[in-house]
Nanobody, 124 residues
Framework: QGQLVESGGGSVQAGGSLRLSCAAS????????LGWFRQAPGKEREGVAA????????YYADSVKGRFTISRDNAGSTLYLQMDSLKPEDTAMYYC??????????????????WGQGTQVTVS
């Protein structure tokens, strides 16, 4: 029940910034751990970042640490990914996902039960 919908993707020059959003259609997502994944052509889907309920605990892939920031609104049902200092290697489809309580880990792909449709990010 409920859906996740990503937005904010686009094309930018290397070194530029984008902010992705993921809107949840159900208030229940406020209690879920939420994360971002990405998948480039010919590559497997990989975890980018995750944030727990309340925003006090976060996870970042080594490849994006110091450049990306994950956050969620006070209600906890909207997820954001601020992407700075973008590199061509960041080009991918970006997906938001939800890991419901009691949470399986909120890090690997198999931990997440619900997925959005994706938004394209292209860096040149």
């Amino acid at each position: 029940q409920g859906q996740l919908v990503e937005s904010g993707g686009g094309s930018v020059q290397a070194g530029g910034s984008l902010r992705l959003s993921c809107a949840a259609s159900a208030d229940a997502y406020s209690s879920y751990c939420l994360g971002w994944f990405r998948q480039a052509p010919g590559k497997e889907r990989e975890g980018v970042a995750a944030i727990w309920t309340g925003g006090g605990t976060t996870y970042y892939a080594d490849s994006v640490k110091g450049r990306f920031t994950i956050s969620r609104d006070n209600a906890g049902s909207t997820l954001y990914l601020q992407m700075d200092s973008l590199k061509p290697e960041d080009t991918a489809m970006y997906y938001c996902a939800a890991d419901p309580p009691p949470w399986r880990g909120c890090t690997s792909q198999r931990d997440f039960s619900y997925w959005g449709q994706g938004t394209q990010v292209t860096v040149s």
